[in-house]
């Protein structure tokens, strides 16, 4: 979505992401976020249960990734060089299918290309 056409609370950095996170979204060439993203960022992230349905293509994978993404790199634990082996995975991802497993982790490695997946 282009920033230009966005309603302002939807231009990535006003929506209180981290300046990683917002890097990121620019390098992908994202400047603003869809409606899915942006009503979905801050109840995810104060870890309530929600529900969400929007069209195909309407960027919900990446609505799902931001919140996860944004809590990992709070907490400082967010860097591949902080990874140990054996320790205990700080998300867990659950999908349906494969196909849908494998987007969400596209859509995570594309955003926050330090967090270690896998």
Do not use: W, Y
């Amino acid at each position: 979505m282009d920033a230009n056409l966005a309603d302002e609370t939807l231009v990535a950095t006003n929506c209180g992401l981290s300046d990683a996170t917002v890097a990121a979204l620019h390098a992908r060439g994202i400047h603003a976020l869809f409606a899915i993203q942006k009503h979905v960022l801050e109840p995810a992230a104060a870890g309530r249960d929600l529900i969400a349905r929007a069209r195909t293509g309407s960027g919900k994978t990446l609505a799902f990734a931001l919140p996860v993404i944004e809590a990992l790199l709070t907490a400082g634990r967010g860097s591949r060089s902080g990874a140990t082996p054996g320790r205990a995975p700080l998300a867990i991802v659950l999908a349906p299918t494969r196909e849908l497993a494998k987007q969400v982790e596209r859509e995570m490695a594309e955003t926050a290309p330090g967090l270690t997946l896998g």
